[in-house]
């Protein structure tokens, strides 16, 4: 799904289960933030970190006083996702979960990949997503503070892309191997992907949905694509969903579930057909750019206000230095520095500290985080936590060991500086 459901969906449905605007706006907010939180390169922190990431060595002391500090991201990076740590710690746990934890399905002896597809949560009882989800709905309801609701707005995101995902695995193989034969869009009343396009989506790599771009995300559409059912079958498994239908499925699960948390009467089914209608009615765009979305919400939903900027709760500012003993040793660490001197940032950079773009751009620069804020803090937290959920560990060893290296060329660098 995208932030049509994540943010506006998701806003709406916590606004009418009763939420304040407040707690509404956090939930809404850190489930579309999963999809938009993509930093990963390391970032400097001058003031200490909180314990958990002290005690769990995903920070490093600087002999300046400041700190190294390793974000978890759990956003869709496009070049990342051919890294299978990238897939394991962050395509699987929050997009793509599998109904286990990875230990409990690896550890069986000849398990097959088809095990790490996502199941929709409305398909059966008992899944890992359930448990996830269940926990976070506890939590909020017993403070409602800051960060309880950070994390179900965050478990929230995964439960629904549960529905719009389910038949895919956040990993590279076969199990994602799929062709589009339908892409309805009822906004634009016509077919949403031409022949072409999808000859060239299935020349990319088989990793999530990739093979049928974002057909299983949009609201509005009807769709269906054939699949593999093993590792040498045909692709002989049929899949049609009318993206309308199924996604007002998981909303009515989550409606009950924030009535829950607030003590609102559930809705009847007749009160219940009438938001169903009118959420259909909004999130039917032609385009799902945010002003588009917000007028088309704010016109179905006049009483319920809509303001999503990404960097707005995080308060990302970052600042740089540039890395000159990088420059003038000639040091090259994989995932670290651009091959070739570093070039002058622009400000353009710094402006979207989530982007992929600006990490890149980054390399061969010391970033700081001028104020890391309770949220910016809270939010890694709740994401690492998640990693280890279902994945086991809180990082993958090959990030490790690059932070690692890059605290080790620091300290080097001050060292041969004083």
């Known amino acids: 799904m995208n932030i049509s459901y994540h943010y506006y969906t998701i806003k709406t449905l916590a606004s009418k289960a009763g939420l304040e605007e407040e707690e509404a706006q956090i939930i809404a907010h850190y489930s579309q933030m999963v999809d938009d939180f993509l930093l ?15 005690a769990n060595n995903l920070v490093e002391e600087r002999k300046d006083g400041a700190w190294n500090f390793l974000p978890c991201p759990t956003g869709i990076n496009m070049i ?36 790490y597809r996502c199941v929709s949560a409305g398909e059966k009882r008992g899944l890992l997503i359930h448990k996830i989800l ?22 929230l995101h995964t439960y629904a892309d549960t529905y719009a995902h389910c038949h895919f695995s956040g990993f590279h193989g ?22 072409p396009e999808r000859i060239a989506l299935r020349e990319l790599p088989s990793i999530g949905h990739a ?3 974002t057909v299983p995300d949009i ?13 040498k079958s045909k692709l002989d498994d049929a899949v049609k969903r009318d993206n309308t239908e199924c996604f007002a499925c998981c909303s009515r699960q989550i409606l009950d579930l924030l009535c829950g948390i607030s003590g609102r009467p559930l809705f009847t089914d007749d009160e219940w057909h009438v938001l169903q209608t009118a959420l259909a009615e909004a999130q039917y765009v032609k385009k799902d750019t945010e002003k588009d979305l917000t007028d088309s919400f704010g016109k179905i939903f006049p009483d319920i206000k809509y303001e999503y900027h990404k960097n707005g709760r995080l308060s990302m ?14 040091i090259m660490m994989p995932g670290v520095f651009d091959a070739g001197a570093p070039g002058e940032i622009g400000e353009e950079v710094l402006e979207d500290a989530f982007s992929p773009e600006g990490n890149r751009m980054r390399c061969g ?54």
Do not use: W
């Open 317 to 330: 500012e970052l600042s740089v230095e540039k890395s000159k003993d990088a420059e003038n040793d000639g």
């Open 365 to 418: 620069y010391h970033v700081y985080l001028e104020k890391a804020t309770e949220d910016f803090f809270h939010y890694n937290e709740l994401a690492y936590e998640r990693v280890k959920q279902v994945a086991g560990e809180y990082v993958s060893a090959g990030a490790m060991e690059n932070f690692r290296a890059v605290c080790r060329y620091d300290l080097e660098c001050m060292k041969s500086s004083k």
């Open 211 to 213: 093979n049928v771009g």
């Open 80 to 115: 990342k996702s051919v890294s299978h740590g990238y897939q394991r710690h962050t395509l699987v746990p929050f997009h793509f979960i599998p109904p286990k934890t990875l230990n409990e399905i690896e550890n069986v002896p000849g398990f097959s990949r088809m095990e």
């Open 174 to 195: 076969y199990e994602n191997e799929a062709v589009i034969q339908k892409a309805y869009s009822k906004a634009a009343e016509s077919e949403a992907v031409p022949v």
């Open 219 to 231: 609201c509005c559409y009807d769709i269906a694509y054939a699949m593999k059912s093993s590792e």
């Open 40 to 54: 990963s390169n390391r970032v400097i922190v001058k003031e200490t970190p909180p314990v958990f990431f002290i």
């Open 134 to 155: 269940q926990e976070a709905a506890e939590d909020a309801g017993k403070n409602r503070e800051k960060k309880s609701l950070m994390r179900l707005g965050m478990a």
